[in-house]
């Protein structure tokens, strides 16, 4: 690495940092709500997608507090038609630029419930067929947009206004959907999942799949401060500790084999997370043997994710997911 | 050349002499026999486009969304439940103000299940927004699908060319497609102004307040009136081309000094023409094929009904709890004529029940009483309803 470092010359310093992503296809100025983790992963996707785009929007958060007409927030040419069919539109996009011999890339982006539930059957057509779209899924949790109902991707014992906790219920009673198991078991070239937490893991998943020719997934977990009940400025620290407890697992899938994990050293205990969020208020009752259940359950949920993955890994080369998201001397990232 | 082929195969045909870029269906009875021999054809190397065997309907009609404001043009066709499953992606389309061709190939819809010919499909979508076409046979369907193109893309709205189910897309006739030179000539190559481009990046579909909401809404319902003029100089210049005319707006045969006026949409046109020249013992009969009913042509119903004394309604569909929904437009378009027409409203042949000649019989003994009687189903056979319903 010493090496490495000494024979960078100052014009190929100067070639890196033009190499650094300037371009952002979303603009500031936008009607996101304060540390809405959506926001910042668009920004992040089309920093490291670059300019030469289209996007197909599902209905939601993202499209609305981006496009108030007459106002835009998009640098890249975008088109949002309905909620459910994000995919097929994204399809068409990429049919079109194909009969036109045209490079251009589609994007498609859609949050958990256009994605996990209503427009699931879109996205699973296309990518049966193979178009050649990345389909970004910016996973909030629940249906942010309308008010903070429960989607089949809401975590299990979250408190959503469709899923209350109460005498007889200890919020969703359901479990969170394994979006990317089944994304990947269309054998697609590749799926992985990543966390507004890690920018760089962020970024580089977004540029491999870029180079991908055929259709990639990529889920990213992003915190809605107003439906999970934290501050704003907590945004960040709450995605991070989702990682660090094991309960969103970020890994790589190739031809659904797993290739790659973001390791966990020390996982934390679930609740360092759960505490963190008003949607979890109610296991914290100590009183309560239910949450106590339900605490125990989904500790068993992140202990079962570690497994699974190989979260903790062993040997030197591991290095814990804190360390992830820093760029090290020479321009060498995590991973 | 005129060649002997099923509606089908001559809408296939003809969708190619088009130049569709991008072509995206669903099978579904009766459409399927369209789609297969663009498929055949896409096989054969005969027709360049991306065809996507898509999911669903829903994806279908989405898919060529998403093609069209990539900047190609696009093609797609169904019936029946597939139109009721796309119908959110219809209003969509329209209210984008993007151009496409659409057949549908007319069913009626479940419950009860029925795979045969009525026209309450495209009916049940007639305020999505399209221009809605209707064709008489299936020389009409090929001069309609290729005028259609010209007028999505000069009028910036979606075009659905309705053709009858079975009766049209399943009959054998002789019928003349185009040579491709005099398509081209007639078809410029697609140059979509809203097309997303990278180079100058716009945003499609976005969020409008009540501020402008109405606004987006008047700029559409005008652009479909003024749209009625684009399909008068479409079939206009067609016929210079071609030597046919499809029909306009609407088109009328029969007399001119007729008193009976018989008013009607697709293929029964053919049966009531027929009929009219075997039944000469009856009145004389002005027909008056309405091709256009979405843009609806008053102007035109208003001129073609003066000096009639009965005007009889026959449509292939119901809106249940009221009645003829053709029949209740022309009343409104008909209403402070002077001398407007009796005007008497009937459905016939729903979910393929077969249209015999004797209708334009029945339908003469009908217009005798001295007011016009309700609404009826006119073909219902009272000993097939369930006891219950005998009274009715």
Same mark, same amino acid.
């Given at each position: ?12 310093? $100067? ?16 009607? *996101? ?99 050649? $779209? ?15 109902? +429960? ?51 962020? +970024?580089?998943?977004? +540029? ?29 620290? $709450?995605?991070?500790?989702? $990682? ?44 309560? *043997?239910? *949450? ?40 060498? +990232?995590? *991973? | ?57 829903? !994806? ?151 501020? #402008?909401?109405?606004?987006?809404? /008047? ?31 609407? !088109?009328? !045969? ?76 022309? #009343? ?11 005007? #008497? !409203? ?43 319903? /005998?009274?009715?």
């Amino acid at each position: 690495m010493s090496t490495n470092t000494q024979s960078i010359s100052v014009d190929s310093l $100067v070639k890196l940092r033009k190499n650094q992503p300037r371009f952002e296809g979303i603009e500031s100025g936008h009607r *996101a709500c304060l540390g809405c983790g959506e926001a910042l992963a668009a920004r992040l996707v089309t920093e490291a997608a670059g300019p030469d785009v289209m996007i197909a929007n599902a209905t939601g958060c993202l499209e609305i507090f981006t496009t108030p007409w007459p106002e835009s927030s998009w640098r890249l040419p975008w088109i949002h038609s309905l909620f459910e069919n994000t995919g097929a539109i994204a399809a068409g996009m990429e049919a079109a630029l194909k009969a036109q011999g045209k490079p251009t890339k589609v994007l498609a982006f859609g949050g958990d419930g256009g994605t996990f539930d209503i427009g699931f059957q879109a996205l699973s057509g296309m990518l049966e067929r193979g178009h050649n $779209v990345l389909y970004v899924c910016f996973d909030n949790e629940a249906y942010m947009n309308t008010g903070i109902q +429960r989607s089949s991707s809401t975590p299990h014992a979250a408190m959503t206004t469709t899923s209350p906790p109460g005498s007889d219920r200890m919020g969703k009673r359901h479990l969170k959907k394994d979006i990317l198991s089944i994304v990947a078991a269309h054998h697609i070239p590749y799926a992985a999942t990543t966390s507004v937490a890690y920018p760089s893991d962020l +970024r580089k998943k977004i +540029r491999r799949a870029m180079e991908i020719e055929g259709p990639t997934f990529i889920q990213i977990h992003s915190p809605c401060p107003l439906g999970w009940g934290h501050e704003g400025d907590f945004s960040i620290k $709450v995605a991070r500790l989702a $990682v660090q407890t094991g309960l969103f697992p970020v890994i790589e899938l190739e031809r659904q084999e797993l290739i790659g994990s973001m390791p966990i050293r020390h996982p934390r205990p679930v609740t360092d997370y759960l505490r963190q969020q008003g949607r979890f208020r109610h296991l914290f009752n100590k009183h309560d *043997a239910r *949450a106590i259940e339900e605490l125990a359950h989904i500790q068993a949920l992140a202990d079962h994710n570690i497994k699974q993955y190989d979260l903790c890994g062993d040997g030197v080369d591991r290095l814990d997911s804190d360390g992830a998201d820093t760029v090290r001397r020479g321009g060498m +990232r995590w *991973a | 050349m005129r060649k002997a082929l099923e509606g089908s195969q001559a809408i296939a045909l003809t969708v190619a002499l088009c130049r569709p870029q991008v072509v995206a269906a669903y099978p579904i009875t009766p459409q399927t026999h369209i789609v297969e021999n663009i498929a055949k054809l896409v096989a054969d190397g005969k027709m360049d486009c991306e065809l996507v065997s898509v999911e669903s309907e829903f !994806s279908a009609a989405s898919l060529v969304l998403g093609a069209a404001c990539a900047g190609s043009r696009t093609y797609t066709a169904s019936a029946s439940q597939g139109i009721l499953l796309m119908s959110e992606v219809l209003y969509n389309i329209a209210g984008l103000r993007i151009p496409m061709v659409m057949t549908c190939a007319n069913r009626a819809l479940s419950a009860p299940l029925s795979i045969w010919n009525d026209q309450q499909d495209s009916m049940a979508v007639r305020d999505a927004g399209w221009i809605q076409l209707y064709c008489a046979n299936n020389q009409e369907a090929v001069d309609t699908t290729i005028q259609a193109y010209r007028i999505a893309e000069a009028t910036e709205l979606p075009v659905m060319v309705c053709m009858d189910g079975f009766t049209l897309t399943h009959t054998l006739e002789p019928i003349d497609i185009p040579e491709q030179a005099m398509v081209d000539a007639y078809l410029p190559p697609f140059n979509f102004a809203r097309a997303l481009d990278p180079a100058n990046p716009i945003s499609i579909g976005t969020l409008v307040s009540p501020d #402008h909401y109405p606004e987006a809404r /008047h700029s559409h319902h005008h652009a479909l009136l003024d749209a009625a003029d684009e399909i008068i100089a479409a079939d206009a210049d067609w016929q210079q081309l071609s030597g046919r005319s499809a029909g306009g707006l609407l !088109s009328v !045969s029969g007399p001119d000094d007729a008193r009976i006026g018989i008013l009607t949409l697709g293929s029964i046109v053919g049966t009531l023409s027929d009929a009219s020249d075997l039944y000469t013992d009856l009145p004389a009969t002005k027909l008056i094929n309405l091709r256009a009913f979405r843009p609806f042509p008053v102007d035109a119903l208003r001129f073609a009904c003066s000096g009639l004394t009965d005007l009889i309604v026959l449509e292939r569909a119901l809106s249940p709890g009221f009645g003829g929904i053709v029949a209740a437009e022309v #009343h409104a378009a008909l209403a402070g004529m002077q001398d407007v027409p009796r005007i #008497h !409203s009937f459905a016939v042949g729903l979910g393929g029940r077969d249209i015999p000649l004797e209708i334009y019989r029945t339908l003469h003994r009908k217009i005798d009483a001295a007011e016009p009687g309700p609404f009826s189903i006119i073909d219902v056979e009272r000993d097939r309803l369930p006891v219950e319903d /005998h009274g009715i």
